[in-house]
């Protein structure tokens, strides 16, 4: 069984430019998450749909931050535009409904 | 607010003997606790979990974790340490209020020396 997908790995981007990430959850997981993980620190929510409703976007800075789950199963988080504190690993999870949560790889992203 | 702590920032332990990483929580409620593992650009993967039951769960890897509900806390233990699980470590608890995510706590490092 794939795991969960995300694209790019790595990313180095100026600051105030915009950037996106990828993620392809496990097949007929309907619950997707997004993380924010800092250096030295776990992860923390950005946002939880649940098919292709935003569930929980509370942590998410909607002034910068976008995220759109398209169709239920792909989703994309943006950043426009990008500032140095953006600089971390973003994680994309799944789950089937509330069950253990599978991670992708996460994007490292930074910005210069 | 539901959240975790995890006391020690890197254990060390030699290659075949016991290891244990701590955690303990901080709940309203029954918890749901988690934990995760992190290899080196990767990330992270489901070990165990507790939900009720036995108060000593098994996981993969051959790694358990005993849930002490007078002490709050949910240890991660192995038996025989491998070279191998050299990693980061997370305790996690789900908030069973509102939303329901997962809270995670900061993370132990943990190097297996052989």
């Known amino acids: 069984e794939a795991g969960v997908v995300q694209s790019p790995r790595y990313k180095i981007i100026e600051k105030k430019q915009p950037v996106a990430f990828w993620c392809n959850p496990i097949s007929g997981h309907n619950t997707l998450y997004w993380y924010l993980q800092n250096l030295g620190q776990g992860p923390e929510l950005l946002i939880r749909?649940?098919?292709?409703?935003?569930?929980?976007d509370s942590q998410l800075p909607k002034d910068r931050f976008s995220a759109e789950r398209l169709k239920g199963v792909d989703s994309t988080l943006k950043i426009q535009p990008a500032e140095l504190g953006d600089s971390a690993v973003y994680l994309c999870a799944s789950s089937s409904e509330l069950g253990e949560q599978y991670f992708g790889p996460g994007t490292r992203l930074t910005v210069t | 607010a539901q959240s975790v702590a995890q006391p020690e920032d890197q254990v060390n332990v030699a290659e075949g003997n016991p290891l244990t990483v701590k955690c303990t929580y901080s709940v309203s409620g029954n918890p749901y606790l988690f934990w995760y593992v992190q290899y080196p650009n990767r990330g992270l993967q489901f070990l165990l979990k507790?939900?009720?039951?036995?108060?000593l769960v098994k996981g993969s890897y051959g790694f358990e974790a005993e849930f002490n509900k007078s002490q709050t806390s949910f240890h991660l233990k192995k038996p025989s340490a491998l070279v191998s699980d050299s990693a980061l470590y997370f305790c996690a608890v789900r908030d069973m209020t509102g939303f329901q995510k997962l809270v995670f706590g900061t993370g132990t490092r943990l190097l297996v020396s052989p």
């Open positions: 507790y939900i009720t039951g036995d108060n």
């Open positions: 749909y649940e098919n292709e409703e935003a569930v929980d």
